[in-house]
């Protein structure tokens, strides 16, 4: 984040109060706001052959991009104003531009975050107003993917090493997330209430949150952070459950896993499962609760499922990372999906503090219930991304 010494028209329009008629009131309001965000670029491009008796082959590629600027403005010692913009599309999603069958198009601009954060109360941060729904069984903010917002209040406090969080929503724009693992209408009401703390090198948490006649879950996770001679080990664990309001069905995923830094070397080697009756932990399978680690296998949603996530890496250059990365799921009879395995390896390259991006390369495989649609998939993506 930076003070900004020109302000953008965008910006501009975002303080709206600002007269420019009055060159001291704007030079004033100029001082006061910071900016930030990212742009971001995907582009993707799959091949799958599937199931040898029909000789299906199918190929896609798409261009997509995201736009994230976020505005902060003190509006007097106790109260800061915060916006974020999105050029993207609706429900906050990056902007898949063109493919093989459509030309280049143009994007939407949407205000996706406007509130007031009061800070007069020691050590207590109070936020009003449309915002993003920080809570582990969501994605409040991605450089890339899909956002979580909600219209309400959030009240966050610090006791000491203890940190205690309550919200309430009273609409969300849950129900627009293509990948969320429940659907919820965005009228709903939500309420979250949670505590972090941190003793001795080890980070705890545990919350829960309720969304009014869809489900309440509850999520409870440790890490740490140690070193052993010349090893950084960072150890992980988390259980989460969710229960449905109109399904009996039991909802759980548990997920352990240890990261080591050695040197230039690193490696992570992660384990999670799921209940027989149901995987589902939150409403986005890429948040917190679920288990998301790699490409294209998540834990995630399926049930009566674990996996296991295996990587290499090696930071061969300053600017350069080079990594392997596999992964395995194994689905149980009682699953709704099927075995996954996939592998690909990874160049990451970080050209200035604040430009950067990856070159991703690998196979994707998932077998049918039936046996006859197997999937077999080379896939390559490269993304790249300057943040200000």
Known sequence: MKKITKLSLIATLALGSVSFANAQALEEAIKNVDVSG???YRYND????????NNKFTSASSNNYKIALNVKSKVNEDVVANMRFIVGSKGNKPASLSTHDDGDGQ????????????TGIANTAITFGKQGLATPYTVHRDSMDNEQTGTGILAVTNVGPVTLAAAYFNQTNLQESNEAAVAVAGDKNVIF???????AGINADASYIDVQDVFDAYTVGLSASYDVASVKLSPYARYSALDLDNNSADNSLWKVGM?????????????GETDTEGGTVGVDVSSETGYDEHWGVTL???SDASVIYASVDAQVLPSLNVALKYSNLDAGSKSNDTDQEEIYTQLSYQMSKNFGGYLRFGQYEKEDANGTKDIDSTRGRLQVQYSF
Request: charged share 15%.
């Open 193 to 199: 209430a949670g505590a972090m703390a941190s003793f």
């Open 107 to 118: 994007v939407n601009v949407t205000l996706s975050e406007v509130n007031f954060t009061y």
């Open 300 to 302: 995630s949603g399926v």
């Open 259 to 271: 990261r080591a830094n050695m040197g230039i070397f690193g490696a992570h080697l992660g384990y």
């Open 38 to 40: 990212t742009v971001t």
């Open 46 to 53: 799959y091949e799958e052959t599937y199931d040898k008796d």
